[in-house]
């Protein structure tokens, strides 16, 4: 049974300085996506990583993969307030795309 | 360009009683997903269809049943509501060969 495990659960950041959420995975995979939820709203995607040392930047955002340690990173650059919102990392299940197991979210609250 | 349409996006059952969740998506994807989010537990796979007359189980589909309409149309139905049905539920798209997948706005499902 794959398992997904994000940590942080909550973080709570300060305005400028930079952070990071880890996302472990239990068994093999090279499919891995990152998605954003604001409060009572969709997700929307952020990262599709499909490699090994696959690596994704968008403004302050970076994502990368490395399938040998079952490991994905968000990485935030000089918080701001626009980021706050829940993260969601998510692996394919099987060979059959769509298919994905999340993990349980990492809320992020990015104070002055 | 709507994308992923999602309805009614609130509801309010009684144990028992049943109602379907329609859901259409105008991009031509083959593939649609039905998920719930509850607190704490990210998102969990209902059923799937890879392409329109097939459909699948997902992770937790006790209690449910699907039907794939035609190309745009998945719908959810729950024949005998119970309290552990109270969720958000989603419904997604995806492109055949990815598993990205593109989101509706959820619905919000209350069972009393």
């Known amino acids: 049974e794959l398992k997904v495990e994000q940590n942080p659960l909550f973080l709570s950041m300060q305005e400028g300085k930079n952070y990071t959420i880890y996302c472990n995975y239990s068994t093999t995979s090279d499919r891995l996506y990152w998605y954003r939820q604001d409060p009572g709203k969709s997700l929307e995607s952020l990262f599709v990583l499909l490699s090994n040392g696959a690596v994704k930047q968008e403004g302050r955002l970076m994502a990368s993969l490395d399938t040998k340690a079952r490991l994905s990173t968000l990485h935030i650059t000089a918080a701001v307030h626009d980021l706050s919102a829940t993260y969601f990392c998510?692996?394919?299940?099987?060979?059959?795309?769509?298919?994905?197991?999340f993990g349980a979210g990492t809320q992020v609250v990015v104070t002055p | 360009n709507a994308g992923v349409t999602q309805t009614p996006k609130f509801q309010v059952l009684k144990t028992g009683q049943s109602m379907t969740l329609q859901c259409a998506q105008d991009?031509?994807?083959?593939?649609m997903y039905w998920y719930r989010q509850d607190p704490g537990m990210g998102l969990r796979l209902i059923y799937y269809s890879a392409s329109e007359g097939t459909t699948d189980k997902g992770e937790v589909p006790n209690g449910y049943n699907v039907s794939r309409l035609n190309k745009r149309e998945f719908s959810l139905r729950l024949e005998s509501a119970a309290p552990s049905q109270t969720s958000v539920y989603f419904c997604?798209?995806?492109?055949?060969?990815?598993?990205?997948?593109?989101f509706g706005e959820g619905s919000r499902l209350t069972v009393l």
């Open positions: 991009m031509n994807h083959n593939s």
């Open positions: 997604a798209s995806s492109r055949h060969g990815t598993g990205e997948l593109f």
């Open positions: 998510a692996v394919d299940l099987t060979d059959s795309w769509g298919k994905l197991q």
